[in-house]
């Protein structure tokens, strides 16, 4: 092997300001400081690749496949990155220090209560879908990967065996099998499959599992007895844990499929489903209480096979992100026309109909009400609850013509401010497309300044205004 004259970076050493204080971890192909510049004042980390010991060429390109991530993400889910070395002299990066391991807590304290274990979950879900969107397969999630910032913000970490889809995979150029954690390693990984988004979706399955139940879906496993996972599912949660609601033993298993199909196609649909449990629509999975029989088993040893799970078409994470749309349906029906109810059915309909796999959410914003002149808050609370109430019910009837499954609806009432309810809610939730009306009401007052202009300009989402012809503002 030729030798390969790179400097590895040590303690007490100083390079481009950056000054090695402490050693804070060290694996078998890295090491992890801490380091103090003088134009940052917040505690940053330096990660180092090992020189000094022989390691395949998949450490460092690995190593140079996070540097790249890193440095190319902006966004609130991954570390901020401070520093970078040449990857031919002195490798090295510099990162933010994110210290809140509230997963990692969690799963060495679990069975966690349901409450907890969504509240813990429904941001992570959100960072990894945010993840696929810029195109990027993680391929090694678990919960020491996994931090929050001190305002609870989740941060995802080390992407040295990711894999970015609109880059060359250096995994493939290296020509060696990547470095995975077993525990939440999914079946088509074992075949060399890294561009499968879905294989980021069991990854959550697997800590939904160990939340839920206390410990991991398969006892520890090596690189050898791991392919088990090709034919034999995982035990069913509630048959561990009675107190888990058939929901929520839904969405683990569908994300524990051995097939990626069959499985959740987006990360966003498991945070909706664990916000929303009337949203998870149930099947033979939700009522399991013990494994599959020899004859599925065998089913599956037959049909899992390493040519079944490799497929020539690749498909980009973002591509995938569309074929289960989550639609916000911001519904006025108060002073709207016969028309324009239609209207909007009409375009809701039209869009349930070419998309078997999507969902809404049919939102109504009430005026917030001013109970300063009212007495207590409990007061109030009586005032508005019958207001919340009645508006529910007009939607549910004006729903009730389209005949959707009670699984693809979810109804929400919120009192406040129109646009700013609706693009919150988009944000929250990952909303895909926001269909809303305009209504003749606002033909008095000019375009700047209604709601629809305001959600355009502030939505993460395309928008859709709905409007007949007898609600068309005035030229």
């Known amino acids: 092997m030729e030798e390969i004259d790179i400097h590895e970076i040590e303690l007490n050493e100083t390079i481009d300001g950056f000054h090695v204080t402490e050693c804070l971890h060290e694996s078998q192909v890295s090491k992890l400081y801490r380091v103090t510049h003088p134009d940052h004042q917040l505690t940053l980390i330096m990660k180092v690749p090992k020189i000094s010991v022989i390691l395949p060429s998949s450490v460092f390109a ?56 969504c509240k813990i979950m429904i941001p992570v879900c959100k960072a990894i879908h945010e993840l696929h969107r810029h195109n990027i397969i993680h391929l090694d999630l678990k919960p020491e990967n996994i931090r929050n910032r001190t305002d609870g913000s989740v941060i995802l970490l080390d992407f040295g065996t990711a894999h970015q889809a609109q880059l060359p995979d250096m995994y493939t150029v290296a020509h060696e099998q990547q470095p995975i954690t077993v525990d939440y390693v999914a079946p088509e990984q074992l075949f060399g499959v890294r561009n499968d988004s879905r294989s980021d979706i069991y990854a959550i399955g697997a800590m939904l599992y160990e939340l839920a139940t206390g410990q991991p879906p398969f006892p520890k496993d090596n690189m050898l007895t791991v392919k088990k996972r090709l034919y034999i599912p995982p035990k069913p949660p509630r048959a561990i844990n009675p107190d888990i609601p058939a929901w929520l033993q839904e969405i683990i298993l569908k994300c524990l499929e051995i097939r990626p199909e069959d499985r959740f196609h987006t990360a966003k649909e498991i945070a909706y489903g664990l916000a929303h449990p009337n949203m998870v629509t149930l099947t033979e999975l939700s009522e399991q209480t013990r494994r599959p029989g020899p004859l599925t088993l065998l089913t599956n040893w037959l049909g899992n096979r390493e040519f079944n799970f ?6 980009h994470p973002q591509q995938r992100l569309t074929n289960a749309p989550h639609i916000l349906v911001a519904v006025k029906l108060i002073h709207s026309s016969e028309e324009l109810k239609f209207s909007m059915r009409d375009t809701m309909l039209k869009i ?124």
């Not at 070395?85 to 990162?95: E, I």
């Not at 490799?310 to 498909?315: G, N």
């Not at 003749?440 to 375009?447: D, I, L, M």
């Open 310 to 315: 490799v497929h020539d078409t690749e498909t």
């Open 62 to 117: 690995g190593f140079e496949t996070e540097m790249r991530i890193l440095s190319k993400l902006r966004g609130v889910y991954t570390p901020k990155i401070y520093g970078k070395g040449d990857l031919a002299s002195a490798p090295y990066y510099v990162m933010e220090y994110v210290e809140g391991t509230q997963l990692q807590d969690a799963t060495k304290t679990g069975p966690l209560p349901i409450e907890e274990l």
């Open 352 to 475: 349930a109909k070419s998309d078997k796999h999507s969902y809404f959410t049919c939102l109504s914003i009430l005026p917030k009400e001013n109970f300063s002149d009212r007495g207590s808050v409990d007061e109030f609370v009586n005032l508005s609850h019958p207001k919340h109430i009645q508006a529910q019910a007009e939607m549910r009837h004006w729903l009730e013509p389209m005949r959707l499954a009670q699984s693809r609806v979810n109804i929400q009432v919120f009192y406040g401010d129109p646009s700013t309810e609706i693009v919150n809610y988009a944000k929250q939730f990952a909303v895909d497309h926001i269909i809303m009306c305009a209504h003749r009401s606002e033909g008095s007052k000019k375009t700047i300044g209604s709601v629809p202009e305001k959600v355009i300009a502030e939505a993460p989402c395309s928008v859709t205004v709905v409007r007949t012809r007898q609600d068309k503002l005035p030229q």
